[in-house]
């Protein structure tokens, strides 16, 4: 009898294991692909996390009107500056403001959306064509006040209302500018032949699948009766919590970040790299010492630090759903950092001094009154300010007669010793490269060579593509060789920056090598590789899998990313393709598109005009007017861009082929004065001398020359010619 109680017990027991395990094996399909559900499903299973979400910025990213959601006075307030008077007015339960509008003159209009929350809440007015357009009028939450936030470049500049920055253009244009991270699950929906948006979201704000994927997968896991989650999906949602800190943080970085737009379609759980372009250290947006100077949004700032190669997360400090610190003060640092919290290490008695992030996470304002901190983490360095101008957050709080960068330097000096921990610092080599020194390129190759003592202290990688980047510009052989040596780095933003900085030369002589990367797992190297192959040095393939590929690619970005045609950006790449592909009428029509999405654009019309040329498709009037355009926009540039040659080079050129030399030579003379170091300006200028019969000025143009590139074979002929020739004044 006991045994056959066994053997029952024994039959139940493998019977509630086969069946757990068939319950384990039944699974959702491989490539089972979840959709948006919506923040009320996830409600009743995370109140929690929903009261914490309830509030924060996320959830008042973006609101319809209403008297809880509208901050701003409406009751009448008046607003003016620069001579344009803006009214703030109710209509019944709707909000209204009159202001100037694209023709000049002022209308009322509705105010659709609320857009953020604090420290200012701005409002958005829907316009024709499906836009929706953002008044640069907006309201102080702190200081109860209307102001207005003018563009970094022109805060003392009365916008015309056509030109692009005016809140009726395309810098203040919601569908492109703001939208995708403001709402969640946004179909821009832009008909580039209609030039028109249709623009949806599947909520409002930033909600829960914004940062978790959409949820659909999910609720059906949990909703079904089974022990277990899905063994081939898990919990149905972006595996956020993983050992490594990258993919939560590659969650947070779309909307965190500086960046161009690869392909639409980002979900949570995605590589960054296969969506979006992330903005390197570039001039304007960055110091030459990677802090922060343009409002870039933490994520090429964080890249850098050695909190994120010690894998450090978001959530270590924010809170993932109501988004406040975890801690206040050096409580929060002092999670990781507890002794460090004390004057032996900040030298500070008063409150401020003595704040960790105020050494360490320095704040700059853009919007006016948005403070955002530098979330590179790094070690103050006046002696950097000393050598290369760049700021320090010792002199944001010393700024008395004498506490100048010397003064910072030696009282760090004092206090920590004449070694810095973070020597040898990537800014040198930076800033000669921005500069365009000679000694740039060997500088660059220390800084590839290094290897850091500790792996904290390694050269980050968004460093690296930056100094690659730079090399560009110089197109030696040692930049070359440089470029080659990073094009089987680990990261994509490394590889990227290395096959975008090879002379043509190289990418035709390594073409079998950089054909392989038009299959790299990562969009931004293979998008970097097509560039290579096909703009700057077409036709060199000759593996025909790698043709096949590479044509796959072009056809494949023309499909599928029409989304992205509302900017002229796209559409110039796309011109260039069909170019090199030997499309010229294709290639014209994109340059077209582009010219009709960004109208105040230089550099499509000449194109334009070159490639009508060329053809023969057009009559010279029409290739005449287009370069008259295209001088025009670069007069207007080099006004905007006082200390770059190159809107003044562009222009002499131009102004050469309408066959006005005498004011070619004036714009090249001014290019060159503005940058003396430029070989190519200078060779212009030199052959253009050379024509007019300048005899002295071109062999004083020559020695410049040769002083920059000494034995230079073009120097020499040109040389020859000139002195050959008799001298006309």
Not at 98 to 125: C, R, S, W
Not at 342 to 360: E, I, M, R, T
């Amino acid at each position: 009898m006991k045994s056959k109680r066994v053997l029952i017990a024994a039959a139940l027991a493998l019977l509630a294991l086969s069946w757990c395990f068939a319950d384990w094996y039944v699974a959702l399909p491989a490539d089972a692909v979840a959709t948006y559900v919506g923040r009320d499903r996830c409600v009743a299973c995370h109140q929690q996390e929903a009261q914490l979400f309830e509030g924060s910025h996320h959830d008042r990213a973006m609101e319809l009107p209403t008297d809880e959601s509208v901050l701003g006075d409406f009751d009448d307030a008046t607003f003016e500056r620069l001579g344009v008077v803006s009214k703030f007015f109710r209509k019944g339960k709707d909000f209204y403001v009159n202001t100037e509008g694209p023709d000049g003159e002022n209308h009322d209009y509705k105010i659709a959306y609320t857009f953020g929350y604090t420290p200012l809440q701005q409002y958005m007015v829907e316009m024709e064509g499906g836009r929706v357009q953002v008044l640069r009028v907006s309201w102080d939450t702190e200081q109860k006040k209307w102001f207005e936030v003018p563009p970094p470049d022109a805060v003392e500049l009365k916008l015309d209302p056509h030109d692009p920055l005016h809140w009726t253009g395309l810098a203040q244009n919601w569908n492109t500018m703001c939208a995708e991270c403001h709402s969640t699950d946004l179909k821009k929906n832009f008909d580039l032949k209609a030039n028109t948006y249709h623009t949806t979201y599947n909520e409002i704000d930033v909600s829960c699948e914004a940062c978790h994927g959409p949820g659909s997968m999910h609720v059906e896991l949990a909703e079904a009766n089974s022990l277990f989650w899905d063994r081939r999906h898990g919990y149905g949602l972006a595996k956020l919590k993983q050992e490594s800190n990258t993919a939560q943080i590659a969650a947070c970085a779309p909307c965190h970040s500086r960046r161009g737009v690869l392909a639409g379609g980002f979900d949570a759980g995605d590589d960054y790299f296969d969506h979006y372009d992330l903005a390197l250290l570039e001039p304007g947006l960055y110091h030459a010492d990677g802090q922060i100077e343009d409002e870039v949004y933490v994520y090429g700032s964080f890249l850098q630090s050695r909190m994120y190669h010690e894998n450090v997360k978001c959530s270590d400090c924010h809170d993932p759903h109501s988004l406040k610190l975890k801690y206040e003060g050096n409580a929060l640092c002092a999670q990781c950092h507890q002794k460090y919290d004390n004057k032996a290490h900040h030298f500070h008695s008063d409150p401020q001094g003595s704040l960790c992030v105020n050494c360490h996470m320095p704040q700059r304002h853009y919007m006016v009154n948005d403070g955002r901190r530098d979330h590179s983490f790094r070690i103050p360095r006046p002696d950097l300010s000393v050598e290369l101008g760049t700021p320090n957050a010792c002199n944001d709080c010393h700024t008395k007669d004498g506490e100048d960068a010397a003064w910072a330097a030696e009282a760090i000096k004092k206090w920590y010793g004449p070694k810095r921990p973070n020597d040898p610092h990537y800014a040198r080599a930076l800033d000669a490269a921005w500069k365009g020194r000679p000694d740039a390129v060997g500088k660059i190759s220390d800084l590839l060579a290094y290897e850091a003592p500790l792996p904290g202290r390694r050269t980050p990688d968004i460093v690296r593509a930056t100094a690659l980047r730079a090399l560009a510009n110089f197109q030696t052989p040692q930049s070359d060789d440089l470029c080659r040596e990073a094009l089987d780095h680990p990261s994509p933003l490394v590889r990227a920056a290395a096959v975008g900085s090879l002379s043509s030369e190289a990418v035709a002589s390594h073409a079998d090598d950089i054909g392989d990367m038009l299959s790299d797992e990562t969009r931004l190297v293979r998008n970097a590789a097509v560039d290579a192959l096909a703009i700057r040095a077409p036709n060199t393939l000759r593996k025909p899998q790698q043709i096949k590929k590479l044509k796959e690619l072009i056809d494949e970005y023309d499909e599928d990313t029409t989304v992205l045609f509302d900017r002229a950006g796209p559409n110039l790449r796309l011109a260039e393709l069909a170019r090199s592909q030997g499309d010229v009428r294709k290639s014209i029509a994109s340059l077209r598109d582009a010219i009709r999405m960004e109208p105040y654009l230089s550099g499509p019309r000449s194109e334009v005009a070159r490639l009508l040329e060329q053809s023969g498709q057009a009559d010279k009037q029409e290739i005449r007017e287009l370069r008259e355009e295209e001088v025009e926009l670069l007069e207007r540039d080099s006004e905007l861009l006082p200390e770059s040659g190159r809107p003044h080079y562009q222009r002499g050129m131009l102004l050469y082929l309408l066959g006005r030399n005498a004011d070619a030579v004036g714009a090249l003379e001014e290019a060159t004065r503005l940058e003396p170091q430029s070989f190519e300006y200078l060779t212009a200028l030199a052959l253009l001398y050379e024509q007019a019969g300048k005899k002295a000025e071109a062999i004083e143009t020559l020695r410049k020359m040769n002083a920059l590139r000494p034995n230079d074979p073009v120097v020499g002929n040109l040389l020859r010619r000139v002195q050959a020739m008799r001298d006309t004044e």
